[in-house]
């Protein structure tokens, strides 16, 4: 391939991933300082099978856009690991802190956390990594299972960008729980 076909498909990736990620913040009504998890597997993006051909540019170039959408919305940007390291997360450590979450020692690589992990460690300002957290909004690019990093109650977002790539993107965002039975009365705005 060449450099400047190569150039165009890295820029169309990082516009499809900001798109996807401008579009599931906004549906998913996310506010600042609030979490937005993102699993993105470019193996997939690339028309592979999960965890077979991790690609870093191709991540960067993904992670870029969606980077940019988190921060121009104000919410903090967490990224799953891959099953190497337990589906753990990287975010900024700041947001660890406010969120009361645990840090773990692991810095992800390519072939261990996956290299959409890894450009989230290389970009941001004072990167950590923690086991799990509970998101408001989430991101999940090619199957990786995001859902075990959701708030509870998840519920399915439907967006105009179907896939990054070659890989299918499903989106969520939570709602508080139902409760009080079937004489209960829920606020509109909260469903």
């Not at 990736?13 to 506010?31: F, M, P, S, T, V």
């Amino acid at each position: 391939m060449s450099e400047n076909v190569f150039d165009q498909e890295r820029q169309r990736l990082r516009e499809q991933g900001y798109e996807a990620a401008k579009e599931i913040l906004k549906e998913g009504k996310a506010k600042p300082g609030q979490l937005f998890v993102v699993g993105c597997s470019t193996s997939e993006i690339l028309g592979g099978k999960i965890g077979k051909s991790s690609d870093p540019e191709t991540a960067k170039a993904v992670f870029e856009g969606i980077w940019q959408a988190a921060r121009e919305r104000g919410v903090w940007l967490a990224a799953q690991c891959c099953e190497h390291l337990n589906r753990a997360l990287i975010l900024e450590r700041e947001a660890a802190e406010q969120y009361g979450y645990e840090e773990v020692n692991v810095v992800p690589q390519p072939k261990a956390g996956g290299s959409f992990a890894t450009a989230a460690w290389q970009a941001f300002t004072c990167p950590t990594a923690v086991e799990h957290i509970k998101a408001h909004v989430g991101m999940d690019i090619g199957d990786t299972l995001i859902g075990m990093h959701m708030r509870d109650v998840a519920v399915p977002v439907r967006i105009q960008t179907k896939s990054i790539g070659e890989a299918r993107v499903v989106c969520a965002r939570v709602r508080p729980k139902f409760i009080g039975g079937q004489r209960a009365v829920y606020d509109p705005e909260k469903l």
